[in-house]
């Protein structure tokens, strides 16, 4: 029963999706009314990047191939002077969310359209978010500039990508739609999509693992992927992703892995605080519990589940917690110091999440919303 006020706001997007999706990127970009593309990528995607720009022959205005992950500001100052300098009045994105947010550095001091081909199931191409790192630290915000105009959803270009790689990168999206469950800004089509890319990436990650070249697991992963990167562009983050910015941008660990060990520690954080939200995360992953749904769907496929084994190191735990403590932001339990510190050690040592005893009846900072 729904019984919540709440506020539902679309985006203009095109999304095309299926397998041999690809070769409609030239149409794509004649839509756009674009004839001069520069085509974005990291280092190691440059083979993809050049099947695609050959794809686009005279459309294509060159390849960038200097996307790194969280969009280092001269990476940003270097993609905008080549495109300038190719006089693109287009940007076609070939990759995860490291060249998907490239191109969204671009956009945001250009009028140029991005046309999205995300390899990954990070989801950037479906938000109006963008993040620039500067001086160590990282800024993201929010901007519908940088939304790409159009994605294209092939999960053959997924095929590629390393199991391993798509098992977190698989988890990384479930964060946004177990975030978007209980989120203070929650509506129910965004409670649909949630649960909905959920299961979808609960199902297709072990499949995939299985057999990695499987069309079919790969299509509903990267199905998955897009409803949960369109629920993290569609209303508010909180606990995990916060903290995961801290932990990523300050300690500089993968991004993707870190998504993964978090995760459960957050939902056991919030499991008292957010009960419908983890029935339905639970739910669509068919298990018992949230926290433990996700831990085991990590541990079972190989994932890190501990701080320790990506990176970071136990004496940076406290200045970790007082980063993360900073500034206010909507979570279902408050977020205090105490609780936080454990949560983290625990997230340290790879532990089993356990649902926390609260000692006091917790306040709902936000009211969750029963989409
Ligand atoms: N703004 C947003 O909405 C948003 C959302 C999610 C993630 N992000 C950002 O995206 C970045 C992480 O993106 P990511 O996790 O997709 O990783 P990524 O884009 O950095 O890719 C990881 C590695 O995998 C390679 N790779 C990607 N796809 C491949 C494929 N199909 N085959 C072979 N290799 C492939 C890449 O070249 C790279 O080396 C972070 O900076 C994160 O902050 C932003
Ligand atoms: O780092 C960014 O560009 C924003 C990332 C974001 O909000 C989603 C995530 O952390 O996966």
């Known amino acids: 029963m729904q019984n919540q006020p709440f506020t539902y706001e679309s985006r203009a997007q095109r999304v095309l999706f299926g397998a041999g999706t690809l070769a409609q990127a ?18 190691p995607q440059r083979a993809q990047a050049e099947a695609v720009a050959a794809l686009l022959g005279p459309r294509a205005a060159g390849i960038f191939d200097g996307a790194v992950m969280h969009v280092p500001m001269a990476s940003a100052e270097a993609a905008r002077a080549a495109a300038a300098q190719a006089g693109a009045n287009a940007l076609v994105a070939v990759g995860g969310g490291s060249t998907v947010g490239l191109a969204k550095a671009i956009a945001l001091v250009s009028p140029l359209p991005v046309l999205a081909i995300p390899t990954t199931y990070a989801g950037s191409e479906m938000t109006p978010i963008y993040g620039l790192t500067e001086n160590g630290l990282k800024r993201t915000g929010r901007d519908v500039r940088v939304l790409p105009r159009s994605v294209l959803y092939d999960p053959e270009l997924t095929l590629a990508l390393p199991v391993g790689l798509s098992v977190v990168s698989g988890i990384n999206a479930i964060a946004h739609a177990a975030e978007g469950l209980y989120a203070a800004d929650g509506n129910p089509v965004m409670g649909l999509m949630a649960a909905e890319g959920i299961a979808a990436l609960g199902r297709a990650l072990p499949a995939l693992h299985a057999a990695p070249h499987d069309l079919h697991a790969r299509s509903d992963a990267l199905y998955g992927a897009w409803l949960c990167g369109l629920v993290l562009g569609s209303v508010s983050m909180a606990l995990h992703h916060k903290l995961c910015h801290t932990l990523g941008g300050s300690f500089n660990l993968p991004h993707a892995e870190l ?38 769907l990590a541990r079972r496929l190989g994932a890190p589940t501990a701080l320790r084994d990506i990176g970071m190191r136990e004496e940076d735990l406290d200045k970790a917690c007082a980063l993360a403590l900073r500034d206010a932001y909507p979570n279902p339990r ?24 609260l000692s006091t009846t917790p306040t709902q900072q936000t009211t969750e919303t029963t989409p």
């Open 26 to 43: 030239p149409a794509e970009l004649e839509r756009m009314g674009a004839h001069k593309a520069l085509v974005l990528c990291t280092a």
């Open 259 to 296: 998504h993964t060990v978090v995760l459960p520690h957050v939902l056991a954080y919030n499991a008292k605080a957010a009960p419908h939200a983890m029935q339905r995360i639970a739910a669509a992953l068919g298990t018992a519990d949230a926290a433990l749904g996700v831990h085991t």
């Open 334 to 357: 408050p977020i205090e110091a105490a609780p936080l510190r454990n949560l983290l050690q625990e997230a340290f040592e790879g532990a089993a999440p356990r649902p926390p005893n």
